[in-house]
């Protein structure tokens, strides 16, 4: 049900991004869902790498697709709110970690992309 959910709506942002001759900033894998009350902010030029921490809640992990999907809180590095979100990284990264998993991390911002660079369990001041 979620994932037909996110679907429509990617390809109704798509349909609206096309309309005003826009590209979207980034794929599925690293926006919040459409229920998240905020989306990622660029951080500026696209060649840039921003790197950034925070804490958060596993709400999915998917070790053959290199994905993670996290209910963080606030990464002040990345200008970026409380939200959840999906994030790229190597499966050795992911190995060891499952749903409901009170985690820190450290994600890479390229401007379209996040990449978890660094993860680990729970945190003095997670979740």
């Given at each position: 049900m979620k994932s037909g959910l996110i679907i429509t709506s990617s390809l109704a942002l798509l349909a609206?991004?096309?309309?005003c001759n826009k590209q979207p900033e980034a794929s599925s894998a690293t926006t919040a869902p459409a229920s998240?009350?905020?989306t990622p902010k660029s951080t500026g030029d696209a060649d840039?790498?921003?790197?950034?921490a925070s804490t958060?809640?596993?709400?999915?992990?998917?070790l053959a697709?290199?994905?993670?999907?996290?209910d963080h809180k606030k990464i002040p590095a990345l200008q970026w709110s409380a939200m959840k979100m999906g994030f790229s990284a190597n499966p050795e990264v992911l190995q060891g970690f499952k749903v409901g998993d009170h985690v820190s991390f450290e994600v890479d911002w390229d401007g379209k992309q996040g990449t978890l660079t660094k993860l680990r369990k729970g945190s003095a001041d997670c979740c």
């Open positions: 609206s991004l096309t309309a998240s009350k905020s840039a790498v921003v790197h950034g958060g809640t596993i709400t999915a992990v998917d697709k290199g994905t993670i999907t996290l």
